[in-house]
């Protein structure tokens, strides 16, 4: 797995830490730090994640085999170390009672799972309302003109289906 | 635009009686919309609104399981929203969608992107176009395009423009669009007609958009 991202290096980070605590039985405090930068990081790839996903699908980028083994690996990876922390985390909770951020890494936990399990790749909207697209200055100057004289205004109250 | 081509609120001009009630259906009023997901995909697999290439690729998108590009991907790639209509009778009328996505149109090639909503697609099956008999604000496909409408101008991004593609020879469909004000804009690359609806609108002296309690 890569390290070259930035998530990749605090992923190896994240891990060789547990390494570390592990090999001298990890005190709790330093766990509860553990589960911290654990979703922490988690977040960080999810965000990568969603990002991708946008830019691809409203055709900003194209899909790369490349990235999408990148983010995907990202996942698995995450989910290994804290597979590892997960079994930890039971210990305490069993030693000490409930602990905080036990919750927030769980739902990490579970989305990390469901998503390299439902994994499909990104591909590019068949809608193509959905694609961002950059307008030509003539285009740009039509759609000043048009918010500037109310042509395309609501002018009615919408209501909602209740 | 929005998706596509699509449109299709209405049908084609003459294909449907627009005064009478078509005897297969319960006409009775649409119920609050659910969201769509995975699970129901498989009660849109018959979903029908129109042999012309803009209407198939509406029901082409709703229909499409993961990693064809369709309602599911979208949903799941860019938060698109996606609903189904129903009538209390649980007829499966059609359904609505809502987008997000980005201009860069002040400064073009060197602006912000600027986000904008849009309806990737909305589409009213066959047997329901043009019902029930009555005002046109009474219709299905009205009562669906308002409360999508609706949904953009009180969702929490506050975005200016909502927006959407038609194709050209969709007749029916942007003077569907044109009650509610959308502005014909321009063609996109692929040759489909861009619509505008401004929501920093006005409706006179009512607030506007309406308060969210």
Known sequence: MTTRSPIGRQLQAYEE??????DEAMRFWDFQEQLTIGIAIFNAIANRNGSWRERVSQGLDSFSEEENSEVICLFKWWFKVADRNLS???????QFGPIDLSVGFRECYDSAE????????????????????????EEAERLHHILENGEGRLRHQPKPIQ | MSSPTVPQGEPNAGTIPTTEKRSEISCTPLVPPVSFSENLLSEVANFDCGAESYETEVADWI??????????????????????YRTAANELVGYGSLGQTAWRWDNPKKGPW??????PFLGVQTPFKKQPPGPKDQRYSHRILDDLIYKAVTHSNKHRLLGLCVHPENESAIAFYKRFNFAEYT???????????????????????????
């Open chain 2, 114 to 119: 600027v986000p904008i909503y849009v309806i």
């Open chain 1, 114 to 137: 469901k998503t390299i399990a439902d994994w499909v790749p990104p591909v590019l909207s068949k809608a193509q309302a959905l694609h961002a697209d950059e307008l030509t200055q």
């Open chain 1, 88 to 94: 930890q985390l039971e210990v305490y909770e069993e």
């Open chain 2, 63 to 84: 229909r499409a399981p993961r990693g064809k590009g369709g309602a599911l991907d979208d949903m799941a790639n860019n938060k698109t929203q996606v609903w189904l």
């Open chain 1, 17 to 22: 830490g547990w390494k570390a605590h592990h």
């Open chain 2, 187 to 213: 063609l996109n690359k692929q040759g489909y007609l861009r619509m505008v609806l401004d929501l920093h609108g006005s409706t006179g002296s009512a607030p506007f958009p309406p308060q969210t309690s």
